[in-house]
Nanobody, 113 residues
Framework: VQLQASGGGLVQPGGSLRLSCAAS????????MGWYRQAPGKQRELVAV???????NYGDSVKGRFTISRDNAKNTVYLQMNSLKPEDTAVYFC????????WGQGTQVTVSS
C-alpha cells in the first residue's frame, strides 16, 4: 500500500485547509484510514480516523473544527480543517491500517500570521 498526501501549506489563524490522502496498491475497503500529526518536540498524536463504514474518531483538540471523510471509490481520505490555530502547526501524516499499518510521507501545515 502506498499513500500520497497533499494539501498542506501556510494559512492564517482562523483559516481553512483540506488535506487529501490517496491510497494505492492492495486496498481493502474495510481498512481504517486517518490522520495523525507531529509538532516539533512533541509525540505524534491522533487527529482523526475513519473506518470503511464511515465511523469516525477525533482527537480532543480538533473536535468541532476538523472533519474527516472518505471516498471509497477513489481510495481517498480527506481532512477538512477549519478555524485553524497556531497550535495546529505540525507535519500531518496519513495512516492506513488493516492487519498492517502504512504511513504516508507527511505534509506540513503551518498556521501563522
Amino acid at each position: 500500500v502506498q499513500l500520497q498526501a497533499s494539501g498542506g501549506g501556510l494559512v492564517q489563524p482562523g483559516g481553512s485547509l483540506r488535506l487529501s490522502c490517496a491510497a494505492s496498491g492492495s486496498i481493502d475497503s474495510i481498512n481504517v484510514m486517518g490522520w495523525y500529526r507531529q509538532a516539533p518536540g512533541k509525540q505524534r498524536e491522533l487527529v482523526a480516523v475513519i473506518s470503511g463504514g464511515g465511523s469516525t474518531n477525533y482527537g480532543d483538540s480538533v473536535k468541532g473544527r476538523f472533519t474527516i471523510s472518505r471516498d471509497n471509490a477513489k481510495n481517498t481520505v480527506y481532512l477538512q480543517m477549519n478555524s485553524l490555530k497556531p497550535e495546529d502547526t505540525a507535519v500531518y501524516f496519513c495512516k492506513y491500517s488493516l492487519f498492517t499499518t502504512y504511513w504516508g510521507q507527511g505534509t506540513q501545515v503551518t498556521v501563522s500570521s
